[in-house]
């Protein structure tokens, strides 16, 4: 299942009834992504989601230890 997919399955089964276990998915997803470019605890990243009118306002926050070294080919 794609992200996508995977968000939208999410936020329509449980969106009303359960909004810790919706934030504590996508903060999940950003780990992951997050992870794989810095050094980062799970702890220290914070998810909001609020509604303004007919849309949904997400914001993502994380402290960073450092930065990952990208492997790059030579030149």
């Known amino acids: ?9 999410i936020i329509q089964k449980d969106k009303k009834n359960n909004p810790k ?3 504590n998915i996508i903060k999940s ?3 992951y992504l997050i992870s794989n470019y810095f050094e ?9 989601i609020d509604l303004d009118g007919d849309k949904y306002v997400i914001e993502l926050s ?3 230890e450092r930065m990952k070294m990208m492997r ?3 030149e």
């Open 1 to 9: 299942m794609n992200l996508k997919n995977r968000l939208n399955s």
């Open 21 to 23: 276990y919706l934030i």
């Open 62 to 64: 994380c402290l960073g």
């Open 72 to 74: 790059t080919l030579p």
């Open 29 to 31: 997803d950003f780990y």
């Open 40 to 48: 980062v605890d799970f702890e220290d990243i914070d998810v909001s």
